[in-house]
């Protein structure tokens, strides 16, 4: 990791540890092991140092790309909804810093092109797809219904572990669940009438790449 990479992850960690007030330049030169020095040498000032942290934190993961031509709508939302929720899971100690003070340093915060936004693009984008391919045949607004899914996934990889007699069901069968409601939502044809994922190969992926984040 070079010492820019350093600096950064740093930054974030301390933030998510003890927010805007709690982060010293001197705690986190200390613990990426610089001076502060180089740290206004880098970035000038404690909020352009947090804001390019913060911004690193949350970039863009590595999630699987809703297909262009829908062909098993619920093994693909299935494996890209796992990953999204893993992708809030490891960042939640950040967002739920950022989601406490935005309003006092909204200078901070991306706003336009978060992953979240960008999945919910993604998203919408897709639902739009299976519309046209007369796979989701329901009469619905497409941002409302992206905005539930969405919504489902993101309040359960924040609350999850502070709230275990709201969430008791593992997130595999949770994210599943949710999967087959919105598609339920949308008139989506293509959900397996049992609840089981039409692609166990992906069902199987998706669960071990949860269960590798849960330990983490």
Partial sequence: MDLRARILKAASDLYGETGFRGTT???IAQRAGVNEV????QFGTKTALLHEAIKCACGQPQRPRLPEAPADPRAELLEWAGT???E??????VIRTAMGEIEAHPELFPRE???TACA???LAGYVERLRRAGIAQAEFDTRVATTILMGCLFADAMSRDIMPLVYRSEPERAIAEYVDLFLRAIGATAASGDGRCANPGGARRTRRNLKAMELR
């Avoid at 180089?38 to 040498?41: N, P």
Wanted: zero cysteines.
């Fill in 84 to 86: 999204t929720w893993q």
């Fill in 113 to 115: 092109n978060t992953p």
């Fill in 120 to 122: 919910g693009r993604e």
């Fill in 88 to 93: 809030l899971w490891k960042r939640r100690g």
């Fill in 38 to 41: 180089t740290l206004f040498r």
């Fill in 25 to 27: 330049t001197r705690q």
